[in-house]
């Protein structure tokens, strides 16, 4: 698979990552653990060498199973990893403080089975703790040596700023895809103009765009998705224009939706690095699938002009989680 560099941070990683939080948390069951690392190598010997989790994921369950996974290749993958939750719990609410910030990196570097976090992130900015600390307590880390690079997720553009102007930020990981644009009004001039590189999360729309899912779709009870408002029956009804558009482009193509979603968002820059999560095999191959995708000045123009048409509805997120985005 192709690289890519994050901006200009140096940091080199494959053209797709591997999003890897829905093997332990947020989609339903937890994926059984072999399974789960079958399907981690199974990426690497694809040619993925970007690997995103979190301590929040499960929680620890999700980097423990990274750890082990890549384990036996550690030292050609990139690892990513967020602090940022009180007890690594979103409902306990956010905590960035110093000693925390440390106190999540030595517990990661125990469950990752390394000694160094090749990008560590801010899971959402902490309103309680000044920016200008956070980015100071990783960059003690960086110099230390227990972390390779700063990274912010759904950060606004002041934040950011304020951030890189105390230690460079890597990379920003926020949610973009087809039928979530807001980065491209304020972030995507911003991380252009800083040099900092861009790591779309839920590229497929949380699983929306790849045309698996409408509006008669059930969800297992501890799938969050239950309570996006982006994903009520009525909601996936109106949404549904946006996976027809996908569809005929991809049909034409001799493609998949997914394929054409995440090739979509690798022509935007050459500095964005979609991160698609899934737990199947057969997916995993489609997704990365994606990246041998090439579509035309005219094929853009044709996506462009057809989603412009189709107006999105519902929030992307419950409205207390809505609260810590992009402040």
Same mark, same amino acid.
């Given at each position: 698979?192709?690289?890519?560099?994050?901006?200009? &941070?140096?940091?080199?990683?494959?053209?797709?990552?591997? *999003?890897?939080? =829905?093997?332990?948390?947020?989609?339903?069951?937890?994926?059984?653990?072999?399974? =789960?690392?079958?399907?981690?190598?199974?990426?690497?010997?694809?040619?993925?060498?970007?690997?995103?989790?979190?301590? !929040?994921?499960?929680?620890?369950?999700?980097?423990?199973?990274?750890?082990?996974?890549?384990?036996?290749?550690?030292?050609?993958?990139?690892?990513?990893?967020?602090?940022?939750?009180?007890?690594?719990?979103?409902?306990?609410?956010?905590?960035?403080?110093?000693?925390?910030?440390?106190?999540? $990196?030595?517990?990661?570097?125990?469950?990752?089975?390394?000694?160094?976090?090749?990008?560590?992130?801010?899971?959402?900015?902490?309103? /309680?703790?000044?920016?200008?600390?956070?980015?100071? #307590?990783? +960059?003690?880390?960086?110099?230390?040596?227990?972390?390779?690079?700063?990274?912010?997720?759904?950060? =606004?553009?002041? &934040?950011?700023?304020? !951030?890189?102007?105390?230690?460079?930020?890597?990379?920003?990981?926020?949610?973009?895809?087809?039928?979530?644009?807001?980065?491209?009004?304020?972030?995507?001039?911003?991380?252009?103009?800083? *040099?900092?590189?861009?790591?779309?999360?839920?590229?497929? *729309?949380?699983?929306?765009?790849?045309?698996?899912?409408?509006?008669? $779709?059930?969800?297992?009870?501890?799938?969050?998705?239950?309570?996006?408002?982006?994903?009520?029956?009525?909601?996936?009804?109106? /949404?549904? *224009?946006?996976?027809?558009?996908?569809?005929?482009? !991809? #049909?034409?193509?001799?493609? $998949?939706? !997914? +394929?054409?979603?995440?090739?979509?968002?690798?022509? +935007?820059?050459?500095?964005?690095?979609?991160?698609?999560?899934? $737990?199947?095999?057969?997916?995993?191959?489609?997704?990365?699938?994606?990246?041998?995708?090439?579509?035309?000045?005219?094929?853009?123009?044709?996506?462009?002009?057809?989603?412009?048409?189709?107006?999105?509805?519902?929030?992307?997120?419950?409205?207390?989680?809505? +609260?810590?985005?992009?402040?």
């Amino acid at each position: 698979m192709q690289k890519r560099k994050l901006g200009n &941070s140096g940091l080199e990683v494959s053209a797709l990552g591997l *999003g890897c939080m =829905g093997l332990s948390f947020g989609y339903g069951p937890a994926t059984e653990k072999e399974q =789960g690392i079958k399907l981690i190598r199974a990426a690497y010997e694809s040619g993925v060498t970007f690997f995103d989790t979190a301590e !929040a994921y499960g929680p620890w369950a999700n980097e423990e199973l990274v750890g082990e996974a890549v384990e036996p290749f550690r030292n050609k993958v990139v690892i990513a990893t967020k602090f940022g939750f009180k007890d690594g719990k979103p409902a306990l609410g956010l905590d960035s403080r110093p000693e925390r910030i440390r106190e999540v $990196t030595e517990s990661a570097l125990k469950r990752l089975r390394t000694d160094v976090i090749d990008l560590l992130y801010q899971h959402r900015v902490d309103p /309680n703790v000044p920016i200008e600390d956070v980015a100071g #307590t990783v +960059q003690e880390l960086i110099a230390e040596g227990k972390v390779k690079h700063f990274g912010m997720s759904e950060a =606004g553009a002041q &934040s950011i700023r304020r !951030a890189h102007a105390v230690q460079p930020v890597a990379a920003l990981q926020s949610e973009y895809s087809l039928w979530w644009r807001e980065p491209e009004k304020e972030i995507l001039p911003l991380l252009e103009e800083l *040099g900092i590189g861009f790591v779309p999360f839920s590229p497929l *729309g949380k699983g929306f765009l790849t045309g698996a899912i409408n509006e008669s $779709t059930t969800f297992d009870s501890t799938d969050f998705r239950n309570v996006v408002p982006r994903f009520t029956a009525e909601n996936r009804k109106a /949404n549904q *224009g946006v996976v027809d558009v996908l569809s005929g482009i !991809a #049909t034409r193509k001799s493609v $998949t939706n !997914a +394929q054409i979603a995440l090739a979509w968002l690798l022509a +935007q820059k050459p500095w964005i690095v979609p991160i698609p999560g899934t $737990t199947k095999l057969h997916r995993l191959e489609e997704n990365l699938g994606a990246a041998k995708v090439e579509l035309t000045a005219a094929d853009l123009r044709d996506i462009e002009s057809a989603v412009s048409g189709v107006e999105v509805q519902g929030a992307r997120y419950p409205a207390a989680l809505q +609260q810590t985005v992009e402040r």
